[in-house]
């Protein structure tokens, strides 16, 4: 509103200025004649009345709008020059800093190219050496594999070839052992069956009807401590009597204690189901 008003008062001649000074002289005027007119002239002798002076530009008031207008149009170019000289110097100084920041951002992204160049080279060359130390440990570990290898073959060799003649001698030596038993064994067999043979022909009782070249064969069946089981004739000599006199005398000889000194496995493969050939040879014709 009071651009408004300060527009009224320029368009309509009259700045402020005047029409304040005009006002005020007008008051002034007016009390001066007031004082005049209710004295007397004596009095107004004797008073100095006070000297206003008033000094009235004339002006034509279009030519002070328009000087005005071209005052603030001139302090207006000057702003907006002043304000574009300093955007401008601004301007420059944010191109300036942005150049430098760019010129900065540059180095430090050369410098970190170069940093991530200088670690990438020192990583490479790092993992070369670690895969040359790599080859060489499998190159090592091979060959002390292969190494191992050969002895744990020539190992096997040895072995194969000490229980080789380990079990060539084992073989030698169950060979000889069981000559021996062998030999044992039948010495032992003989001796038995002749123990067996002259005891039952010791107690034999010669019926009547014997004569010389019979034979009867004896399934004796006894324990390891030479006592009889069982006596049954396997093989008849034709002749009953000479049949059951052969088998109570191996039931007269019964026990065979001599037996109990023999091994249990001789016994048992030899002794304890034993064929006996019973045929005296003193018989009559």
Excluded: C
């Excluded at 008051?27 to 000297?51: G, H, R, W």
């Excluded at 190159?139 to 594999?145: I, V």
């Amino acid at each position: 509103m009071k651009e408004s008003f300060n527009n009224i008062v320029i368009y309509n001649g009259y700045p402020l200025s005047v029409v304040i000074a005009v006002t005020f002289h007008s008051v002034i005027l007016a009390l001066l004649l007031y004082l005049q007119s209710s004295k007397s002239p004596e009095a107004l002798e004797l008073i100095q009345p006070t000297v206003v002076k008033a000094l009235l530009v004339n002006e034509n008031p279009q030519l002070a709008n328009e000087r005005k207008r071209l005052e603030r149009q001139q302090q207006q170019r000057t702003r907006e020059r002043e304000a574009a000289q300093q955007a401008a110097a601004d301007a420059s100084a944010e191109k300036q800093r942005q150049e430098q920041a760019a010129a900065d951002a540059k180095a430090k992204e050369q410098a970190e190219e170069q940093r991530k160049a200088r670690e990438l080279a020192s990583l490479r060359q790092r993992k070369e050496q670690e895969q040359l130390n790599a080859e060489q440990l499998i190159r090592e570990r091979q060959e002390q594999e292969e190494r191992e290898r050969r002895q744990r073959q020539q190992e096997i060799r040895d072995q194969k070839l000490d229980r080789e003649l380990d079990r060539q001698r084992q073989e030698e030596a169950a060979d000889a052992a069981a000559a021996e038993i062998a030999s044992s064994e039948f010495e032992m067999l003989q001796s038995g069956m002749a123990i067996i043979q002259q005891a039952v022909q010791s107690v034999w009782s010669r019926p009547p009807s014997a004569r010389n070249g019979m034979r009867a064969i004896l399934q004796i069946r006894m324990l390891p401590t030479g006592e009889i089981t069982d006596v049954s004739v396997t093989e008849s000599s034709g002749d009953p009597a000479f049949d059951r006199s052969a088998e109570n005398a191996v039931y007269s000889a019964a026990p065979f204690r001599e037996l109990q000194a023999l091994p249990i496995n001789v016994f048992n493969e030899n002794f304890r189901s034993l064929s006996l050939i019973f045929q005296p040879e003193d018989l009559l014709n």
